[in-house]
């Protein structure tokens, strides 16, 4: 045990993301942290039952793979903590039910995560707290909607779906000035080209399940929590005993290692692509804030870093009729929900059956696009035939 401890804080995020949460000296030399399986843990002495002492308690509580994968991730969020969760959804609802009691009211922005409206409307009624949704582009503009009893602002930027950006210090400086918590579905961006609680986040929810995991092959969600909240998150975690599953904590670990090459290659292939079909003559637009045309792109650029694989695509109306056969023809493209994994996706959707706020009248079909690790230019002649079949 001669080697210096590396934790990782002092470096670039790229080394940072291959230092952190190891310490190989402790497990015989090997690399990795290794994988825990455990519910039981046993204590060596009466006295250390009765006092609880020990670094670990019970397998639901933590492991030494959980920690691993919890303080790395506590580091790139630079935040009070980290909790696992077994997906992002339920990241979401555990962090939700941590910061609101009956009676309370909540802000939740009109473009979020369908199920996480789902969980407002559903489980958060149930129990007695009400939401109220808002325009994502409000800003500071949010000031109206506050009532003495609202104590949550929920956000994400930009929509999954629809791209909107939405003006994070702005938005949680309102928050925070009537006491409110801000959350953040920090999911496009992950904490490598988004810090939230650099811009006044309070909370900040990743579904590990796409860039993290990385291989589309686990379902995990992370919450991240400053010191105002943390506290309250991890208790609520606790008390519910949402923990994931060992394999899927290890292979979300793993896949913190190349979590940084990856989204580069992801933005770089994402932008060449969107470009690409911006100037096609079958597209209305493109929907992505890293795009120099698109409307949220100065708040992109002044508060991101980077840009994910995900973006989307308004095709002229005239298209709508033969829009299947542009999915049919795709074969790199495969067509299914998630993202975040190695490969290529295409889905069609549309907000309008679910908005309550803002009318979602995008000019013509819209087609959701997951820029993979494949060569772009193959993804670019693929789309070119599928859009072929439109004609
Ligand atoms: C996929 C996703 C989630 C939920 O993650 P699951 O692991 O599928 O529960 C939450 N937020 C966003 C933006 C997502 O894309």
Redesign the pocket.
């Known amino acids: 045990m001669s080697k210096k401890k590396n934790d990782g804080s002092r470096y670039r995020p790229a080394t940072a993301l291959v230092l952190a949460g190891r310490s190989p000296f402790e497990y015989d030399g090997f690399v990795n942290t290794p994988l825990f399986r455990g519910s039981t843990v046993l204590y060596e002495t009466y006295d250390d039952l009765i006092a609880h002492r020990g670094r670990y308690t019970y397998g639901r509580r933590g492991t030494p793979t959980t920690d691993a994968l919890a303080k790395s991730l506590a580091e790139f969020e630079n935040s009070a903590g980290v909790v696992l969760t077994?997906?992002?959804?339920?990241?979401?609802s555990t962090a939700l039910l941590a910061v609101v009691k009956s009676g309370d009211h909540i802000l939740v922005a009109d473009t979020?995560?369908r199920?996480?409206r789902n969980i407002c409307d559903t489980v958060l009624k149930r129990l007695g707290v009400e939401t109220t949704y808002y325009d994502p582009l409000i800003g500071s503009g949010n000031k109206s909607l506050f009532r003495t009893n609202t104590t949550a602002v929920y956000l994400?930027a930009p929509g999954?779906q629809s791209f909107e950006m939405q003006d994070v210090p702005a938005i949680t400086e309102v928050a925070a000035a009537h006491g409110a918590v801000s959350l953040i579905?920090n999911?496009?961006a992950t904490p490598l080209y988004f810090r939230p609680h650099e811009h006044g986040v309070d909370i900040s929810?990743q579904?590990?399940?796409?860039y993290l995991g990385g291989h589309a092959d686990i379902?995990?969600?992370t919450i991240s929590a400053n010191e105002a909240t943390f506290k309250r998150v991890l208790q609520t975690h606790g008390d519910l005993g949402i923990n994931p599953g060992p394999e899927d904590v290890y292979l979300a670990l793993r896949g913190l290692r190349t979590m940084g090459v990856r989204l580069e290659r992801h933005m770089a292939s994402g932008l060449r692509v969107a470009r690409w079909l911006a100037a096609r003559p079958e597209v209305l637009r493109v929907l992505h804030p890293a795009l120099e045309s698109d409307p949220g792109h100065a708040l992109w650029k002044r508060d991101f870093d980077g840009a994910c694989g995900l973006f989307a695509v308004i095709l002229k109306p005239e298209h709508e009729k033969k829009i299947g056969a542009f999915f049919d023809a795709l074969t790199l493209f495969g067509m299914g929900?998630?993202?975040?994994g190695f490969e290529s996706l295409a889905i069609p959707f549309d907000c309008t059956g679910y908005r309550t706020v803002t009318p979602w009248n995008p000019g013509g079909p819209a087609v959701r696009l997951h820029i993979g690790l494949e060569d772009p230019d193959d993804l670019i002649a693929d789309l070119e035939y599928g859009l072929q079949q439109l004609a």
């Open positions: 077994p997906s992002g959804l339920s990241a979401i979020v995560y199920p996480t994400e999954s579905d999911t496009w929810i579904a590990g399940t796409k379902n995990l969600g929900y998630s993202w975040g």
